[in-house]
């Protein structure tokens, strides 16, 4: 396996020690009087987007802004053939026991796509590498819409629909602001971004492994996994699978019926059945989302997001090997 994936597969493996250390050294909330978590990951939330801006290739953007269909065919995979495919199954589970957990894998469908990850997959299938970078980016920005105002149908007869207004103070605080910021600094701020490029991704993952920590100590404190039994577990993890192979081959097969060629099919399939963990961590602290839910919300989007990790490195290097076989 490649550097990359060595990476990312540590990095899987520190999330599970985040849960691991919940259950055994739990973040209780007197603790804050010595570190506040909460705080400081509030503040990262918005440092994370904040760099977010300054790394955004605004030139690249405009240069591969032509090839539209293919960026169109990738943003409706993310944000309305997901979604889409969940909304099947509602009329099913609307007002039972199971409308949470169908709930959680639709905040996963409403996501964006991962930005670094679908990056480097694409380059190791030898697929449209600028077109990652540019879906890559503009389906973040695109999430901050979308995703609160996809969640919004679902979320407000549950949450009262007193906290709208704060949803979306939360979201220009932490995420539009940040991100305009950053936009605004990238031409001062550039270079400083490109040499410490490594360090900032590993702040990434810092904030993200403590949203996790924080959330699984809220539910092993409460006692909330007493609601998310194994068979809960195994439903989210079967549903997530199925999701992704039912997206990936529809956007491979509308793809081929679009007649893109090899290395375009490989950013619209890479690129459009992804979904991101760190706009999930981010969003679930965005919206409202209900402490004693935190935890359900954020099991699909882990599975969703170590099983894409595994599989489509695996699938990116083997499509690699066949390329160079021929």
Known sequence: MTKIFNKQNIFLLLLIVMVLMAKLVPFHESYNRYFNLSAFIDWGIAGIFLLYGLKLNLKEVVKDISNWKLHLLIQSGTFILFPLLVLLFYPWVKGSEYENIWLSVFFLACLPSTVSSSVVMVSIAKGNVTSAIFNASISGLIGIVMTPLLMSFFLEPASGSGNHGEVVQQLLMKVLLPIILGILLNPVLKKWVTKYSNVIAEFDRLIILLIVYESFSTAFIENIFVSVPSVVFLILALSVVFLFFAVYNILQFLAGKM????????????????????????????????????????????????????????????????????
């Open 259 to 326: 007649k893109f060629n090899a290395k375009d099919i490989i950013t619209v399939t890479f690129c459009g059945s992804k979904k991101s963990l760190v706009h999930g961590s981010l969003f679930l602290l965005v919206l409202g989302i209900p402490e004693d839910q935190k935890v359900l919300f954020l099991l699909p989007v882990m599975v969703y997001h170590s099983f894409q990790l595994f599989y489509v490195s695996w699938l990116a290097n083997k499509i690699a090997r066949k390329a160079s076989d021929v």
